[in-house]
T-cell receptor
Framework: GAVVSQHPSWVICKSGTSVKIECRSL??????MFWYRQFPKQSLMLMAT?????????EQGVEKDKFLINHASLTLSTLTVTSAHPEDSSFYIC????????????FGPGTRLTVT | KQEVTQIPAALSVPEGENLVLNCSFT??????LQWFRQDPGKGLTSLLL?????REQTSGRLNASLDKSSGRSTLYIAASQPGDSATYLC???????????FGKGTRLHILP
């Protein structure tokens, strides 16, 4: 089946620094990837839609200058959290479409970000 | 604006029982509906996907139904096992490659 990977699986960074999270589709090409954020005991909230070769579309309330998304190829999208603050600590999950008729989304395993 | 609601928020049942998780959505114009499982601190595992034209999908002990006109879906788990303990998320999308809107999930605990 379709596999989506994320790297790193967890990261701890100091307040004010930037951290990059990678999302890769391992066995298929994904023209569209999605980035979600999940706070403890909360559901997933979409942050942005990432399209290969174009600018990402951000959901209302998500700062595009803080959460930089780059979808440089059909198998890789990156999310960079710039000038991270403790309130950015969260679980970040990406997903990608396989492109098959059902357009089912497959999710990565997530990245746990802790900002100290 | 699409909203997805899941009831109950948490559920504890003895092992072996059959159970039903409920999901409702406010806008019936959906492309598909998915049920996911999430273990603590982990990513999502897709359990079942129902296209808008379908009424139900089955996988092993799991059966998901969809009543698009009434904006409801149920996930039926037969003969529950402790390994079924997890959070179950319901999610819908409006069209083919659209974003997914998630419910808040039902935290299920199967008592050994």
């Amino acid at each position: 089946g379709a596999v989506v990977s994320q790297h790193p699986s967890w990261v701890i960074c100091k307040s004010g620094t930037s951290v990059k999270i990678e999302c890769r589709s391992l066995d298929f090409q994904a023209t569209t990837m999605f980035w979600y954020r999940q706070f403890p005991k909360q559901s997933l909230m979409l942050m942005a839609t990432s399209n290969e070769g174009s600018k990402a579309t951000y959901e209302q309330g998500v700062e595009k200058d803080k959460f930089l998304i780059n979808h440089a190829s059909l198998t890789l999208s990156t999310l960079t959290v710039t000038s991270a603050h403790p309130e950015d600590s969260s679980f970040y999950i990406c997903s990608a479409h396989t492109g098959e008729s059902s357009y089912e989304q497959y999710f990565g395993p997530g990245t746990r970000l802790t900002v100290t | 604006k699409q909203e997805v609601t899941q009831i109950p928020a948490a559920l504890s049942v003895p092992e072996g029982e059959n159970l039903v998780l409920n999901c409702s959505f406010t806008d019936s114009a959906i492309y598909n509906l998915q049920w996911f499982r999430q273990d603590p601190g982990k990513g999502l595992t897709s359990l079942l996907l129902i296209q808008s034209s379908q009424r139900e999908q089955t996988s092993g002990r799991l059966n998901a139904s969809l009543d698009k006109s009434s904006g409801r879906s149920t996930l039926y788990i037969a003969a529950s096992q402790p390994g079924d303990s997890a959070t179950y998320l319901c999610a819908v999308s409006r069209w083919r490659d659209d974003k997914i809107i998630f419910g808040k999930g039902t935290r299920l605990h199967i008592l050994p």
